[in-house]
């Protein structure tokens, strides 16, 4: 089974200082695993995926985040906060490419991102 | 934006009222998507489409019923629903159904 814990409901940041959003997955299988951003009111979009290829992806908005296997770990940073990151971050773990399990995302249960001026 | 669009934003039904939500995408794909998000819940899958057949059906109460009738257009119909139905409900789509999914901006939901 599949499950994806995101180990901070809530980071409270300055402007201008890095933020970190953890996540870490438990599969048995190698996942793919995305960030996804809500803003208020509005749907979620999608920031950066994991499908096997490189294990630093780079996303949107200046995200990042790097698939570490040992640590099971998908850790979402960005060097320097902007008032506008503001929002709800979902780590989401998925179904390895080609395989039968229909669209079941496994989603975290989100972090709440505050910027502080 | 994302390609996929919701209708309506915002809704207020009663509890014996019929209503739909509408989901349109924009993007060529073969895979739709149906979730609900409840405040302090994650995410639920309720109804996921490919190729306009339905393949997933997560144990939803059948006073949810969907309607795909082709690949570009997925329906959620209501009816007779309950307070604890109040939620955003959040339309996807993806070219494959193990692709990345691309969400719409919700419509909100508000049973009275």
């Known amino acids: 089974a599949q499950s994806v814990t995101q180990l901070d409901s809530h980071v409270s940041v300055s402007e201008g200082t890095p933020v970190l959003l953890r996540c870490n997955y438990s599969?048995?299988?190698?996942?793919?695993l995305f960030w996804y951003v809500q803003h208020p009111n509005k749907g979620l979009q999608l920031l950066l995926k994991y499908t096997s290829a490189a294990t630093l992806v780079k996303g949107i908005n200046g995200f990042e985040a790097e698939f570490k296997k040992s640590e099971t770990s998908f850790h979402l940073t960005k060097p320097s906060a902007h008032m506008s990151d503001a929002a709800e971050y979902f780590c989401v773990g998925g179904p390895p490419r080609g395989s039968s399990n229909t669209g079941k995302l496994i989603f975290g249960q989100g972090t709440t991102l505050q910027v502080k001026p | 934006e994302t390609g996929v669009t919701q209708t309506p934003r915002h809704l207020v039904m009663g509890m014996t009222n019929k209503k739909s939500l509408k989901c349109e995408q924009h993007l060529g794909h073969n895979a739709m998507y149906w979730y609900k998000q409840s405040a302090k819940k994650p995410l639920e899958l309720m109804f996921v489409?490919?190729?306009?057949?339905?393949?997933e059906n997560n144990s939803v109460p059948s006073r949810f019923s969907p309607e795909c009738p082709n690949s570009s257009h997925l329906f959620l119909h209501l009816h007779t629903l309950q307070p604890e139905d109040s939620a955003l409900y959040l339309c996807?789509?993806?070219?494959?159904?193990?692709?990345?999914?691309?969400f719409g901006p919700g419509t909100r939901l508000t049973v009275l």
């Open positions: 489409y490919s190729l306009e057949e339905r393949v």
């Open positions: 996807a789509s993806s070219r494959q159904n193990t692709d990345t999914q691309y």
């Open positions: 599969s048995s299988y190698s996942p793919s």
